[in-house]
């Protein structure tokens, strides 16, 4: 199996349930959909959707039923980023190469367009639920939770609180939990419960997200200091410029690096102890700590 | 029945369900879960959790399954709230004379805090789904719909489109029906779904709402003409130094208030065709058309 060609097919499918799923734009509203669907379009690697996808696969579940999940996982996850690039926040006017939603359609519908993208995400999720029941409740509960002022929120929160402080690695690790690895862990752990996995499962793979989230993390601090600008779609150094401490500035790039391969190989191990079709999510769990992008 | 004493009784009743649903404030989340709490907490006249657990026990609901849905609801209507004063928004630095939220935690933290109270709701509203299964499934549908770009969203937004711009009543309508009248309708409409109504009922509650949102919503447009500024707790005259247009500049005090009591007494006349205990409810609706603060 070629990963990146894999990957790329996958990631095009994705885009396809994103497009079927997002707002129609037309009608008053359309200023507001644009935002929106500009928002969720202008890329990414569909990571989050993708691996609600293939973990709902490794337990033999509905695909099909799983999209609108998988749709409403990716809103969420823009929406926390269009709200981070806010002047009040990160104040990032670019991103992935292209002007942030806030930057391009002005900074009142860059609230608007986050707040109509977690909304969306739970309409979304709500109509489905309405459909397939308990399962669906479930792994919408998980996502929720995952996202949540427990969870994903009080990471941002935190990380602003930090920002231009004095911190150690406890912190950050906190931080990378709850920012990056919370909502990892939710795409798991709701692909696994839309195929009706057990809690015992699910407890695993949250395991599984959390090393990757992590390593993934770390990983992105490190690309901050040696990845390639172009490849990246951002600015270097944006964690010096704005008095972000990273694993980089505590404990070094070499003994980061290493904790990237030793948190991507344990979230490997624990996936091993699953038995259903789990080649490509293997693959792409591995090359998140070789990814150069 | 006095109706200010039931009214004072039952928001006293909410408040009491507000905080057993809101977080507990404590570890590294505590300024987060401060200015959630603070926004959810400063007042209001709870009116949509009210309608919410009024039109539940009239279907002959189980109130107590209802409470995470008001509580959802009410932290709905308020990160609205929070989102709104932004500066980026209406900029507004007091609202019932207390401070607004990012006037009191920064503006990066009335973001984050909206966005924490719209995730919590869901999260509130998943979790209970998720125990009660079908109804309530359906109750959140209606609120995720009603909240969301279709909804109050798209009044918002269309609202600060129209800001400083000649307008019609048509245009009115559109963003009252949507900014006010449609969490209104969510309100009445979960109550009943949660008690188990069929669509029909369901739709006549959606119109009681909408006459109730649109008489509401005239009514704050009179009051911030001719209302007590003690009373209101805000300044009047703020659509006219917002350059907002409203009925009472288009069509007048007068015929403004003629339309409120039109409005009223069709939502009024609508709720009579229902069978159960509705006493207070109806002496709250027609009671909205004649309030003074």
Request: proline content about 2%; overall charge negative; glycine content about 8%.
């Amino acid at each position: 199996m070629n990963l990146k060609a894999e990957q790329k097919k996958k990631t095009e499918e994705i885009n396809q349930i994103l497009l079927d799923y997002l707002p129609k734009e037309g009608g008053r509203e359309a200023t507001l959909c644009a935002a929106m669907n500009y928002s969720v379009s202008v890329g990414g690697k569909r990571l989050r959707p993708m691996l609600l996808l293939e973990s709902c696969k490794m337990f033999g579940g509905d695909v099909e039923a799983a999209k609108p999940f998988a749709a409403a996982l990716e809103m969420i996850h823009t929406y926390s980023l269009v709200h981070d690039d806010l002047p009040a926040m990160d104040n990032d006017r670019y991103r992935r190469g292209q002007l942030t939603t806030h930057a391009k359609f002005g900074h009142a519908m860059g609230i608007l367009a986050g707040d109509g993208l977690l909304n969306y995400a739970f309409e979304i999720m709500s109509e489905a639920v309405c459909v397939q029941g308990a399962n669906a409740a479930k792994a919408m509960a998980i996502l929720a939770k995952k996202a949540g002022v427990r969870g994903m929120i009080a990471g941002q929160t935190v990380d602003l609180e930090l920002t231009g402080h004095a911190t150690t690695t406890e912190l950050l690790d906190y931080v990378n939990e709850r920012k990056t690895a919370a909502l990892l862990e939710a795409s798991l752990m709701a692909g696994a419960a839309l195929a009706g996995a057990d809690e015992q499962t699910l407890s695993v793979l949250e395991q599984v997200g959390h090393f990757v989230g992590l390593a993934f993390q770390i990983k992105d601090d490190i690309l901050d200091v040696t990845g390639d600008e172009a490849m990246l779609g951002k600015p270097l150094h944006s964690d010096e410029k704005n008095e972000k401490n990273t694993y980089v500035s505590l404990i070094g790039i070499e003994r980061s690096n290493e904790l990237v391969s030793e948190y991507s190989n344990r979230a490997v191990t624990l996936l091993e102890s699953f038995e259903g079709p789990k080649e490509f999510l293997t693959k792409l769990l591995m090359s998140l700590a070789g990814r150069e992008y």
